[in-house]
Nanobody
Framework: QVQLVESGGGLVQPGGSLTLSCAASGSFFRLNAMGWYRQAPGKERDLVARSINGGRTVYADSVKGRFTISRDNAKNTVFLQMNSLKPEDTAVYYC???????????????WGQGTQVTVSS
């Protein structure tokens, strides 16, 4: 059973920083992309940043230059360093991973439980 466990959310003042982390655990054959999405109240869940095997990264325009995604492949962990946070960054942040559960099976999307990030003075 694959699990994604997130940590690092909280309350921060505008201009501050937070780092989120997400570790994939359990038994699986292969892990491909890992990333972060966020969902604000009354809005859809949107991509924040994504890291694909081979080193390619993708960022939402709204976070470029402020957020950095990185991975520790040995520990199946993804990080999101968030700097210069703004009130509009307030949302529940969800970890996502594209995982092949067993050899020959198709890849599937897995989600973490979500962690709240609140940017407010």
């Amino acid at each position: 059973q694959v699990q994604l466990v997130e940590s690092g959310g909280g309350l921060v003042q505008p201009g501050g920083s937070l780092t989120l982390s997400c570790a994939a655990s359990g038994s699986f054959f292969r892990l491909n992309a890992m990333g972060w999405y966020r969902q604000a109240p009354g809005k859809e869940r949107d991509l924040v940043a994504r890291s694909i095997n081979g080193g390619r990264t993708v960022y939402a325009d709204s976070v470029k230059g402020r957020f950095t995604i990185s991975r520790d492949n040995a520990k199946n962990t993804v990080f999101l360093q968030m700097n210069s946070l703004k009130p509009e960054d307030t949302a529940v942040y969800y970890c996502n991973a594209l995982i092949q559960p067993s050899y020959g099976q198709p890849y599937d999307n897995y989600w973490g439980q979500g962690t709240q990030v609140t940017v407010s003075s």
